[in-house]
Every structure is written in C-alpha cells, then in structure tokens.
C-alpha cells in the first residue's frame, strides 16, 4: 500500500503555480513517479508540483524536500513550491526563518517583509554548459545556438540558459504573449541540446528593473508561474548588462522581486504564496500502481 493512502496533504499556490505540500517526515517513504502521476490525475488532487517533505538529512536543517513534476519527474528547484511548504510550516510552528535541504543544496527561507511575503535564498545560478546541462559545449551561455522557425527567418532564436538547480532557457522577445508557447514548449523542452530537458521561458525586458516572462515547465506544461525561472531570468538579464539585479518580474499569475544578491552571487525571491485546501489522499488513487 502506497505511503501515500490516506496521508494529509495541503493544496496551494504560489501566484497560480499550483503546488501539493505532503509532509512525510513521520513516514520515510519515497513517493515513485507512478505515485507521482497518480496524485496529479483527475482523481487525485491535480498540480504543476507535488513537494514532499523527508526527514531531515543534514544537521539543522527542517527536511530534505523532493519535488515532482506532475509528469512524475523530479526537478532540482521550485521557487513557488517552496514558499507554498515554507508558509505551512511558519503558520504551524511561529518560526519566521528555516532552512531545507533540496537536491540543489541548502535553502534559506524566511519571513518578507510583510506576513504575506516569504523570501527564498535560491542559491548561485549556475552558467557552465555542463552545469546547465548543454549536450554540447558553449562557451557563452549568454546566447547559444538553438532556434525554432524557418532556417533564414527564426520565430525564436540565441536564448541564454542557466541552471537554478535546474535548466533554464531564456528567450528575449517583445511581447511574451506573441508567441504559441504550448506549441514551441514542448519541441524546446525535449530538443536534444538539453540532455535533461528544460524550462523554456519567454521573456521581455520593459526596463532595467520590470521584466515580463511566459513559460513552458519540464515535466508540467504552461504554467500560471515558474519562480526558478524569474529567477533564471533575471540573472540572465543581468548578465547581458539589460537589467539591474534587483528586478520585478511579472508572470501570468503574479510578481516575484528577484534580488541578485552582490556579496554571494545568491538569489533571492519574494512572493506570496496561497492555501486552498486540505485533505486526505483517496487510497483508490494507487490501487494500480505497483
Ligand atoms: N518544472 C521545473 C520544476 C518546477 C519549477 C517551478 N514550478 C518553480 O516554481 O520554480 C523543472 O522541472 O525544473
């Protein structure tokens, strides 16, 4: 019987991401893709990311934390999805300030500055070809050779790429919303370039503290909200010497402030983050997984 059967979970967002909490500290089990894909279907309980929380590895930290993309993949980062399980835990436990331990590394987590907001460190970005990862080198992953659309005349071409802890590809456009992104999303996402695939954001520079992104989620489709991607973005930005390192980035279903901290190379987001509801998972949601 899955870990999951009968287990609490919370149903949140962050500003439209929409994120499934499960705090299995109590059970040490690992959540398998199946189960993963099981608790996003129509049945279950439907979201872009499933974050579960483990018993805590590392000394002084609150837990290790999975993350799953409704397709049952698992990701490195996920900026909404963290201040979605960083809210439950302060409204639990008074705490204003925690750290995670995530398959990116150590997150920092705490209260913004206003009971509404929650800041996450998000680490360094990273820009090496291998770190993205890239499937062949580049040596400025400001711009790399990728494009999509007639050979002489590219609807999207020369995107930068970063790694949040997961890969990133940003394209500079105009208008965000001029492009059939479910179309293109899923030709990017799966284009050799990135061995393990990637997040494809379209985003456009109003002026050196406001961008506007769009994007396409590995393992979950077009999301209302990508926070590693705002971040992803906003380094990127910063790094073509288009934007400040404190920027506002506006998405689909909200604003993120990124702060790309000068002392560490760290960045940090602030956002809100929603609670819906809470309930408890339908053990007829895994009767057919192994
Ligand atoms: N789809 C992402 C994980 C979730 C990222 C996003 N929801 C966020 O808020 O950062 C990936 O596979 O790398």
Redesign the pocket.
């Known amino acids: 019987m899955s870990a999951l059967a009968n287990h609490a979970f919370a149903k949140m967002n962050?500003i439209g991401?929409e994120i499934v909490v499960v705090d299995l500290r109590d059970k040490p089990a690992v959540v398998t893709a199946e189960e993963a894909r099981a608790v996003a279907s129509p049945a279950g309980v439907p979201y872009?990311?499933l974050m579960v929380l483990q018993p805590p590895r590392l000394q002084g930290t609150e837990a290790f934390i999975r993350?799953y993309?409704n397709d049952g993949?698992e990701?490195?980062?996920?900026?909404?999805?963290m201040r979605c399980v960083v809210r439950r835990l302060f409204e639990k436990t008074g705490e204003t300030a925690v750290t995670f331990e995530t398959p990116a590394g150590l997150l920092n987590c705490w209260q913004g500055p206003s009971p509404d907001l929650y800041t996450i460190d998000m680490g360094a970005p990273k820009f090496g070809w291998q770190d993205i990862p890239l499937a062949e080198e580049f040596r400025d992953t400001r711009y790399i050779e990728l494009q999509v659309g007639p050979i002489d005349a590219p609807l999207l071409h020369s995107p930068s790429v970063v790694s949040?802890g997961?890969?990133h590809a940003i394209f500079w456009v105009d208008d965000v919303n001029a492009y059939d992104l479910a179309r293109f999303g899923p030709l990017l996402e799966n284009h050799p370039i990135f061995p393990e695939?990637a997040?494809i954001t379209l985003a456009h520079i109003a002026d050196r503290d406001h961008i506007t992104i769009r994007t396409w989620?590995?393992?979950?489709g077009l999301?209302k909200?990508?926070?590693?991607?705002a971040c992803a973005t906003a380094v990127a930005a910063a790094r073509l010497k288009r934007a400040n390192r404190i920027v506002n980035i506006s998405l689909p279903g909200g604003e993120l402030s990124i702060d790309w901290r000068e002392r560490d190379d760290h960045v940090l987001m602030t956002g809100t983050a929603t609670f819906e509801y809470e309930g408890t998972f339908d053990p007829a949601l895994f009767a057919s997984v192994a």
């Open positions: 962050g991401n872009d990311q993350i993309n993949s990701a490195g980062a996920c900026g909404n999805g949040m997961n890969p695939r997040n989620e590995r393992g979950a999301t909200a990508c926070g590693s991607a």
